[in-house]
């Protein structure tokens, strides 16, 4: 079990940048993923990124391709999420979650441990 810590989040313009952060304590296991997720009032959570925190693959949702980056700091024992040229339609509640031999990282069942979230609005 891990615990995790989002931060970052704000009010961005549209087409500005804004990077979150996701901290990690406890015993980070070689076999772990780290995922985003995020939910807009009223919706679903929806897969964002996710990292192998062994060897870094990484997988995004089609929605954030190209925009947003996952990346992941083993020594700091942390996780962010750059969103470059974020819209309106980014705006939501980001989670961080842990979760071992993950076979689908973009579902989030499989993730047992998960952040509070942190606020992101993208004003247009």
């Known amino acids: 079990q891990v615990q995790l810590v989002e931060s970052g989040g704000g009010l961005v313009q549209a087409g500005g940048s804004l990077r979150l952060s996701c901290a990690i304590s406890?015993?980070?296991?070689?076999?772990?993923?780290i995922g985003w997720f995020r939910q807009a009032p009223g919706k679903d959570r929806d897969f964002v990124a996710a990292i192998r925190w062994s060897g870094g693959s990484t997988y995004y949702a089609n929605s954030v391709k190209g925009r947003f980056t996952i990346s992941a700091d083993n020594a700091k024992k942390s996780v962010y999420l750059q969103m470059n040229n974020p819209q309106p339609e980014d705006t939501a509640k980001y989670y961080c979650?842990?979760?071992?031999?993950?076979?689908?990282?973009?579902?989030?069942?499989?993730?047992?441990?998960w952040g509070r979230g942190t606020q992101v609005t993208v004003s247009s």
């Open positions: 406890g015993r980070i296991l070689s076999m772990y993923t």
């Open positions: 979650a842990a979760g071992l031999e993950i076979q689908r990282p973009q579902l989030p069942y499989p993730y047992d441990d």
